[in-house]
């Protein structure tokens, strides 16, 4: 996803754009950019090379990078593009998490997880949504959070597995909640 016009704002027409940065003000430290299932970028300063999302997660990560990219890797092939969170921080180039967005969605919709460099997903569920075998699972716990109350710990295959479960899970209600309506139904 390219700001093609240099305008500060996205090219909304192309394929799976669903964030545009409205304020052309911004540094390049404090936007996000949108990535495309595939695509490899990441927010840099002007002092730093881009870093792929790859390549952020093994930076900011430690030792549970590869399990975090591999549940990104599965979000993209569930349809959905990761977002380098941006930061004010001014001692950071990117904030501490990677959103991950439904790119299946015609409209732009909220974040349907939060994968942290430390391993620590927050998910769009509640945790009276979740199917009793998963709420007994160590690694799931329950936020204060009203529309991120589920997190889960990765930090090894088996909560990796959990997670992917939770992420399809958070999908699927992102999905329902602001997938398109079917105006053509007969309701007689």
């Known amino acids: 996803m390219r700001d093609l016009a240099g305008d500060g704002f996205l090219d909304l027409d192309q394929p799976n754009a669903s964030v545009a940065v409205t304020e052309p003000a911004l540094t390049a430290v404090e936007k ?4 495309e299932p595939g695509e490899e970028l990441a ?3 002007s002092e730093e090379p881009g870093l792929s999302v790859g390549q952020a997660f093994d930076r900011f ?3 549970c990078a590869p399990l975090l990219k591999r549940l990104l890797e599965t ?3 569930a349809g959905g593009v990761g977002l380098v969170g941006s930061t004010k921080r001014m001692d950071a180039s990117v904030g501490a998490y990677v959103r991950v967005h439904d790119a299946t969605l015609p409209e732009q919709t909220r974040a349907v997880a939060f994968v942290h460099w430390s391993g620590k997903v927050s998910l769009g569920l509640s945790f009276d949504e979740l199917p009793d075998e998963l709420t007994r699972r160590s690694e799931v716990h329950a936020q204060s959070h009203k529309t991120y109350g589920v997190s889960c710990k990765v930090s090894d295959e088996a909560s ?3 997670a992917e479960e939770l992420v ?3 999908f699927e209600k992102v999905r329902a909640d602001f997938g398109p309506v079917d105006e053509d139904v007969d309701e007689s």
Do not use: F
Request: proline share 0%; glycine share 6%.
């Open 32 to 35: 996000s950019v949108v990535l």
């Open 43 to 45: 927010a840099a300063s």
């Open 61 to 63: 990560s430690g030792t």
């Open 75 to 77: 979000a993209d092939l």
């Open 160 to 162: 990796l597995a959990t």
């Open 168 to 170: 399809a899970l958070a």
